[in-house]
């Protein structure tokens, strides 16, 4: 469903979500929610920032291999691969389905930082600012896994924003 985008103040209803959307956050979903139960599974605390780390990568790993024809974003023929193993513009029909792609590539290719990670000069990292909706999916999932599991429920979280979530308890 759109719970994802509805999440980031999308409005559209679920018939005007496409499928390659659908997709995209189904991928994100199932890789933030098996780091989730990882979590829940071990005798450390909950880390909100490593599941919402776990939404954008399943997200960033998705979205420069899932197919959306309705943008023109749909292989053609075998596909052509660059030497970074991403898609030339050969395998699109259209030079605006290649450049959403291209740019799909640009935000996928930004590494979601923890607080206490370092990054080498000149790798592009997810804005702060960004990060946010990252987080609300996470904090989404938590709540779902300590819903279904009492052991998790009373698990300690660690949060970056120690406040922002603390109602959904």
Known sequence: SGTLAQLR???RTDDQI???ERRVQMASAQRAWAVTKIQADSDE???VEKIAKAVHVGWARSVVSTWAPEYGIEPLGNLTLTE?????SFNFST??????????VLLASQRYTLPDESVQRGVPVVPEASKHFYRVAAEVLLNACQRLNSDAASKKVVRHDKFAFAELK
């Open 45 to 47: 605390p909950f880390v």
């Open 9 to 11: 103040g999308d409005k």
């Open 18 to 20: 496409t499928s390659f």
């Open 84 to 88: 970074q193993g991403l898609m030339d």
């Open 95 to 104: 030079a605006q389905g290649y450049n959403i792609y291209k740019q799909r």
